[in-house]
Structures are given as structure tokens and as C-alpha cells.
């Protein structure tokens, strides 16, 4: 996927917020937002998870890096992954929650609690 090279911008300089931003501004031009509301974002969003399912459905177990797929089936993958992440960044914005911040506070939660139960269990 190559693509992003019309952004005009490197990878590594597009933020969560960014992503946002031009998803907003993307409904608001087609008059989408006033159909993205929290409920039907979280449907949205689970339908896109169903989609992504579907690639790995009846496959077997698949090797990481996916090494055996065809270049369309990596590029479906791609896609996928990026309606997933778009509508996860669409529900957060319109439930008001940052969700970048809410994600490392939630990693740094995971650790201590990792740390917690490992202090128990010696
Ligand atoms: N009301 C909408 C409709 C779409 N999208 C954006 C978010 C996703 O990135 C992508 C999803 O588009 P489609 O529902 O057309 O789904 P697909 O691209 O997966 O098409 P298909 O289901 O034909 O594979 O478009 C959006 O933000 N708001």
C-alpha cells in the first residue's frame, strides 16, 4: 500500500489525532456525521471486524508475517485493518475520550497489574 505517499506525509508524522481530523472532515463533507453517532459507529465497527474475520476464516493457522499470501490477500488484509482502526478512531472522538492517552494509561494499568499478580503467585 503506497498510497499514503499522496498525503504528501511520512508515515511516522500522521497521528491518531490527525487520522481524526480527516475522517471528520471526510463525513462532514458528505453529510455523513449526523449518521455517526456512538451506537452506529460500534456497529460499524464490528461489521468491519466481521470483514477482517473473513480473511483469516477456514485458513488454518497462518504463519507470522503472513509469508504464503498473495499480494491482493495481504492488500485485502490492509484494508481491513485500516475500516477497523478508522471506525475505533471515530468511536472514541464521539464519546469524547482521547483515546492515544486512555491506550498508554491503560498499557502502563496491564503492567502493574502483571506485576501485582506475579508478586501473588511468588
Ligand atoms: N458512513 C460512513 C461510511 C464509511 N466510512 C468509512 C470508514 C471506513 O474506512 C470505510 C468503510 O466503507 P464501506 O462501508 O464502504 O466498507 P468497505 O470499504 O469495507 O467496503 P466493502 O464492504 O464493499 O468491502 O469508509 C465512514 O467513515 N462513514
Known amino acids: 500500500m503506497e498510497n499514503y505517499r499522496e498525503c504528501g506525509k511520512k508515515v511516522k508524522d500522521v497521528s491518531l489525532q490527525e487520522l481524526r481530523d480527516r475522517l471528520a472532515e471526510f463525513a462532514r463533507v458528505r453529510g455523513w456525521d449526523q449518521y455517526h453517532s456512538p451506537r452506529n ?10 470483514e477482517l474475520s473473513e480473511i483469516f476464516q477456514w485458513k488454518g493457522e497462518v504463519e507470522k508475517g503472513l509469508p504464503n499470501w498473495s499480494r491482493d490477500d495481504k492488500e ?3 484494508e481491513e485493518l485500516s475500516d477497523v482502526l478508522l471506525y475505533l478512531v471515530q468511536l ?3 464519546c469524547g475520550s482521547l483515546i492515544l492517552a486512555a491506550a498508554l494509561t491503560k498499557i502502563f494499568k ?11 503467585l511468588t
Open 41 to 50: 459507529l460500534l456497529l460499524a465497527l464490528v461489521g468491519e471486524v466481521g
Open 76 to 78: 485485502h488484509l490492509e
Open 92 to 94: 472514541a472522538h464521539v
Open 110 to 120: 496491564n503492567a502493574k497489574q502483571n506485576t501485582l499478580s506475579l508478586t501473588l
